[in-house]
């Protein structure tokens, strides 16, 4: 099990997820610092986000699994006019992120770094706020 870095803001989240029956495993791994989402039991297919049938094969029997938060950026882009609810975080940095066990997932970028590009390696961290965990794809220096 690799556990992930925790960050702590004093913030609620600006969108806080829909939590469901099936998604609570996955919210509740992050809140402990682990990085969980499914893989079906018949193909082996890992998906994200965690979902209860296979997209590839149908099948209904999906197992939680760990991830590693370790990836690269796919594609990103800098957002500048910004929904109302985002608005006072603007400019902010969202990614295509491709993790090292073929996964890919959007994620904000935790920080702006300076010279943002195609290629730079970094890893899945949990922001912990007062109403819940979220995560972010915090760049490596």
């Avoid at 803001?9 to 600006?14: G, I």
């Avoid at 800098?78 to 993790?99: G, M």
């Amino acid at each position: 099990m690799t556990r992930i870095a925790i960050r702590k803001y004093s913030t609620a989240r600006p969108y806080p997820p829909r939590l469901t029956r099936f998604n609570q495993p996955f919210w509740s791994a992050l809140r402990s610092g682990d990085f969980k989402t499914t893989r079906c039991t018949k193909c082996s297919e890992t998906t994200f986000p965690p979902k209860p049938i296979c997209p590839r094969c149908w099948c209904t029997d999906m197992n939680w699994v760990d991830i590693s938060p370790d990836g690269e950026v796919y594609s990103y882009t800098t957002i500048h006019a910004a929904p109302a609810i985002f608005a006072a975080e603007a400019p902010y940095v969202v990614a295509i992120v491709d993790l090292v066990q073929g996964v890919r997932l959007a994620s904000r970028i935790l920080d702006r770094p300076d010279h943002m590009s195609v290629g730079l390696r970094g890893s899945i961290v949990a922001t912990h706020h007062p109403d819940g965990p979220y995560f972010a794809f915090e760049i490596k220096n």
